[in-house]
């Protein structure tokens, strides 16, 4: 049975691209269109692995983009995977999109919000910050 992802691109800024999935919502970014395709589905590649020595159904722990994207791939210009060098894997009907950015907030997977979320990394705790003797 085929499986199919669309993915629609965005160029986040100059020389940086970013390929996210429809069906599935998983992203990889990359300085050109096609080493961010061809992450992008690397991406999927692992996970259709993982998911397949599970028993899971493939790419099952990422749920669809939103309705924003897949606005944006429907009034965006398709892209052939050939025209980028690139052939879909087995058993997957691939295709691709150039849209118009959208802001930042939008283009990125949203991820639920942990929660530690507020918390800065990259402090240092107080114990930490002291001299050590």
Request: a positive charge; one cysteine or more; charged letters at 20%.
């Amino acid at each position: 049975m085929t499986k199919r992802l669309r993915f629609v691109i965005f160029q986040e800024a100059p020389g940086l691209w970013l390929a996210r999935g429809l069906e599935h919502d998983l992203a990889a970014e990359a300085r050109t269109i096609g080493q961010a395709l061809r992450a992008a589905l690397r991406i999927v590649h692992a996970h259709v692995a993982f998911d397949t020595r599970h028993d899971h159904p493939p790419l099952s722990a990422f749920a669809p983009s939103p309705q924003r994207c897949w606005n944006a791939y429907a009034t965006g210009t398709p892209v052939p995977l050939a025209q980028l060098g690139i052939s879909a894997p087995a058993d997957w009907e691939i295709e691709a999109a150039f849209a118009a950015p959208l802001s930042d907030r939008e283009t990125r997977p949203q991820a639920h919000p942990p929660a530690w979320t507020g918390v800065n990394l990259w402090q240092r705790s107080p114990a930490a910050a002291r001299p050590r003797p």
